[in-house]
């Protein structure tokens, strides 16, 4: 159900946007990558392969992570788009010039407003309002209200999607540049 569910949402998936955020990446500039929770883990795998195809990335937050400069790419990854930790993010990212790319579910939300590019991976958002909107909220009392579907009931759509999605991005990423996978091997923590 859930593979079903997936494909169609890469269907109502907007081609323009998909090639505006590849645009994006594939400009000469640090990409900084941002997310809470499970979405913030999709944001960190999409950062260490950015990094594997040659592509300066960082995760934002770490203690290596060097300051940000005008123009710089801010991608962020929100289910909700309403996260208050990750929006401080873009609002700060946007205060020093960041070009901002949000890949989220909700069309409409805070960080959206700000967004320069916006990614949507539709999902059906719940019937009633049992739980608050904010995760911090959710997250304390145990309200894991998504905004996917029944059979997804703790966001696992939207997490399973930008893992699908970003990983489309960087094939296509490693297609332009002529990025083969001896190249990537090179990349590789060797020190594990």
Not at 24 to 34: D, G
Not at 52 to 67: F, K
Not at 161 to 180: L, Q
Request: aromatic fraction near 6%; include cysteine.
């Amino acid at each position: 159900m859930m593979t079903d569910e997936i494909s169609s949402l890469i269907d109502k998936m907007s081609d323009e946007r998909i090639g505006e955020f590849l645009s994006e990446i594939l400009k000469e500039r640090r990409i900084y990558v941002a997310g809470a929770g499970r979405s913030g883990l999709i944001g960190r795998a999409f950062a260490m392969r950015l990094m594997h195809i040659g592509l300066d990335s960082y995760v934002v937050g770490e203690t290596v992570t060097p300051a940000m400069r005008n123009d710089d790419l801010v991608v962020i990854f929100s289910g909700s788009g309403e996260t208050n930790s990750v929006v401080d993010i873009a609002e700060t990212a946007k205060s020093l010039g960041g070009f901002l790319c949000l890949i989220t579910s909700r069309k409409e939300s805070r960080i959206a407003d700000l967004a320069d590019c916006v990614v949507l991976l539709p999902s059906k958002p719940p019937n009633d309002t049992e739980w608050p909107n904010t995760f911090e909220i959710r997250q304390i009392t145990g309200g894991y209200k998504s905004l996917s579907l029944p059979l997804a009931p703790i966001g696992t759509l939207f997490e399973t999607s930008a893992m699908i999605f970003s990983d489309a991005v960087i094939a296509a990423v490693m297609e332009i540049r002529h990025c083969g996978i001896e190249d990537v091997m090179q990349r590789l923590s060797n020190i594990q």
